[in-house]
């Protein structure tokens, strides 16, 4: 059996296929869905022109988040109509807590359908192991799971609920602007206030220290310019308001390095609060997956918790499509589900 799942976000369209209970192919498609729908009808059409559209299809999404619609219910029915559009009548849309539903029953349980990708990786975890700290940082979110019993043990369900509960924290490795990382800085010395504008990125960062996954900055960079190490350290340079030549190569890795334990430390501290209370066994391992996979080693290493690659608890044709699984995981938990 065939069978594609689908993860709807805000900035990118992610497809897995499965066949025969393991992944055979991960496409992912920039998606800036907030400048209209066009921009997802287009990232279907690549997809599908890449995979074709035979097998059953189901969906999950977070896409209704987008400044495009006037609430999450608006989202969830538009986006699930568009799926319908793209996928045909074998589309069925994760309801979270409440299951597959139907394209046409979307909006009726749009708070159960509304950002519940992070609900579909935690049953692949929790099928896999039982019990585990799920940990999965991508481009732009990072969602702290607990597992227990073989079930998400989220205290929260909507984003407000598990931002409140330190479950969802707003911090990825490509597209957070640097000024949401922290208000000051150390640098050269000195500590130096943060320039509240848009001028860099996270993908910046972690691509001056040489730990950005190929192919994981998909989108525009923050001045327009290219992606290369001297064009993401051009960008740092203006978050302190001093001209590259001014210090070092070694001085602005220090700043990325800083900004880089920033984030880390957020994402950190969320988890050791989510930990507190989620009644986890102490042999429980933090499992790892999303394009910042990397990151959370070290966030296992802080917790002193086993760090585990949800890569390797992914059926897959090769181990590089475990890893872009992993990179994709909710698309890839709706396909082998």
Not at 312 to 334: K, N, S, T, W
Request: glycine share 10%.
């Amino acid at each position: 059996m065939r069978r594609i799942g689908w993860d709807i976000g805000g900035a990118h369209l992610k497809a897995a296929v499965a066949e025969d209970g393991r992944i055979v192919a991960v496409v992912q498609e920039p998606c800036a869905l907030w400048l209209g729908l066009d921009r997802l009808d287009d990232a279907f059409a690549a997809i599908l022109d890449r995979i074709g559209t035979g097998g059953r299809h189901r969906a999950t999404m977070t896409g209704e988040l987008v400044d495009l619609f006037t609430s999450r219910a608006e989202g969830v029915a538009a986006l699930a109509a568009r799926a319908a559009r793209h996928l045909g009548a074998d589309v069925t849309i994760y309801a979270g807590r409440a299951g597959q539903v139907a394209v046409d029953g979307a909006a009726t349980h749009a708070n159960d359908v509304a950002s519940a990708n992070w609900h579909a990786t935690a049953g692949l975890t929790g099928a896999a192991l039982g019990a585990a700290l799920l940990i999965d940082m991508g481009s732009t979110t990072t969602d702290i799971i607990p597992v227990r019993a073989g079930a998400a043990a989220a205290r929260g369900y909507s984003d407000a609920e598990r931002l409140a509960s330190g479950e969802l924290v707003y911090t990825g490795v490509v597209r957070t602007p640097l000024m949401a990382l922290a208000a000051d800085i150390p640098f050269a010395g000195r500590r130096l206030g943060v320039m509240a504008e848009h001028f860099a990125t996270t993908a910046d960062i972690w691509r001056l220290l040489g730990r950005l996954p190929q192919d994981a900055d998909q989108h525009g960079t923050a001045d327009g310019r290219g992606k290369s190490v001297v064009e993401s350290r051009l960008r740092l340079s203006r978050m302190v308001g001093v001209d590259v030549a001014e210090a070092s190569e070694t001085a602005w890795r220090d700043l990325a390095a800083a900004f880089a334990e920033a984030q880390i430390r957020r994402v950190h501290d969320a988890a050791a609060t989510v930990l507190s209370g989620a009644g986890l066994p102490d042999e429980a391992p933090v499992v790892a997956c999303g394009v910042g996979a990397f990151a959370i080693e070290e966030v296992a290493r802080r917790l002193v918790r086993p760090c585990r690659p949800l890569a390797g608890l992914i059926p897959a044709a090769d181990p590089a499509l475990a890893m872009a699984a992993a990179a994709c995981a909710p698309a890839a938990a709706m396909a082998l589900s």
